[in-house]
């Protein structure tokens, strides 16, 4: 019979990647409630020293291939070898990340395994009655929400958004137990050739990994002010993020979009200047620990959410506040 609640952890140069510590905090819940346990699945190449950490955040067993072969993310090794763990161990939920390599990943083994996958969900619940999982996903462009079920077949497999799931602190405290798994690799496995790895030069973090964001609306009026967001976020240490008004009218990349058909994000602290505060732009940034709002409409829908809201020009207030935060 099928059980227990499988993650995919992410890792990039044996680089734990947040997505898929967020995930098996999501795990925990949805394990608690079918009363099964957590598994981590840890694909890499020197990586088993990372799996104490799966254990710290939530893992009741921690399950490594460390293979040469896995030592670049390559589609077919990965799906071999995630393949083999889910037809051994019968999973009754595998999650993976909505990152270009959980998108790579997912869909092939769904069809290997024959079973469905519900892509880029947002939220996940287990139906009391059923037992069975309710994965949600944005739909239609982003004009509804779509609650979508795996009756019949198993695993009920999900990409969940990163930036969206709550992980769980660290707990040194947690035990659990780590499986070393050996997959019979060969030669044909590694269809393709990696000649070189080329890593994008950039001291920008992605916006959903960001501590502090510094986000536009079309309130501040004009491309060129994205400048002035963007000194005040150097200051801080922080990254400049937008509203989806300004990032079709091609003020700034579609990377840096907040929302609903964005990224949800995360922030200890999330500057919303000039952003009306609609219900697609609140969905990918309410969960923020500290909002602080500049809008010169007192009514603005952005104050509902936010802890400081300030009434007035954002040309008035973000100069004065470089200023200060220069002098200190
Ligand atoms: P506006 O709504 O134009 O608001 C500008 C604000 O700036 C106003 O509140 C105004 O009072 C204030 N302002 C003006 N001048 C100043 C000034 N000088 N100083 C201070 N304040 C000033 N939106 C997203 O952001 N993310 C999404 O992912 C997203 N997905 C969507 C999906 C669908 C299916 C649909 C239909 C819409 C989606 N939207 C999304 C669009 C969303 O509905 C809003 O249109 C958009 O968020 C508005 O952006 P804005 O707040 O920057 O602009």
Request: net charge negative.
């Amino acid at each position: 019979m099928s059980k227990d609640v499988f993650v995919f952890i992410e890792q990039r140069d044996s680089e734990l990647q947040k997505v898929g510590i967020e995930l098996l905090g999501e795990a925990r819940k949805l394990a608690d409630s079918l009363n099964q346990d957590v598994v981590a699945m840890l694909l890499g190449y020197n990586i088993k020293s990372k799996a104490e950490m799966l254990i710290h955040h939530g893992a009741n067993k921690v399950i490594v291939v460390d293979d040469e072969i896995l030592n670049e993310y390559v589609t077919e090794p990965y799906a071999k070898a995630v393949c083999a763990i889910i037809k051994k161990y019968d999973p009754e939920i595998v999650l993976y990340g909505a990152s270009s390599i959980g998108r790579d990943l997912a869909p092939r083994l769904a069809s290997r395994i024959h079973t469905g996958l519900t892509a880029d969900c947002t939220a996940l619940e287990i139906d009391e009655e059923s037992k069975n999982l309710l994965m949600t996903r944005p739909a239609f462009g982003g004009n509804l929400m779509a609650t979508i079920l795996c009756e019949n077949h198993r695993p009920q497999m999900a990409t969940v958004r990163p930036g969206v799931m709550q992980a769980l602190k660290n707990n040194p405290d947690l035990k659990g137990e780590i499986v070393e798994e050996k997959i019979p690799f060969d030669k044909s496995d590694m269809n393709v050739v990696i000649k070189e790895v080329v890593k994008v030069e950039s001291k920008k973090k992605d916006i959903t990994e960001a501590d502090v964001l510094v986000s536009g609306g079309r309130g501040i009026g004009a491309p060129d002010a994205f400048n002035m967001l963007g000194e005040l976020a150097d200051l801080l240490g922080a990254e400049v993020s937008a509203s989806r008004a300004t990032v079709d009218a091609g003020w700034i990349e579609k990377d840096k979009q907040v929302g609903q058909t964005g990224k949800t994000v995360r922030p200890e602290v999330y500057f919303a200047l000039g952003i009306s505060g609609a219900i697609q732009h609140i969905a990918g940034m309410e969960e923020s620990e500290l909002i602080i709002a500049i809008n010169k409409n007192e009514e603005a829908g952005i104050f509902g959410v936010s802890d400081l809201g300030i009434v007035g020009d954002v040309h008035a207030i973000v100069p004065k506040l470089i200023e200060l935060i220069k002098k200190e």
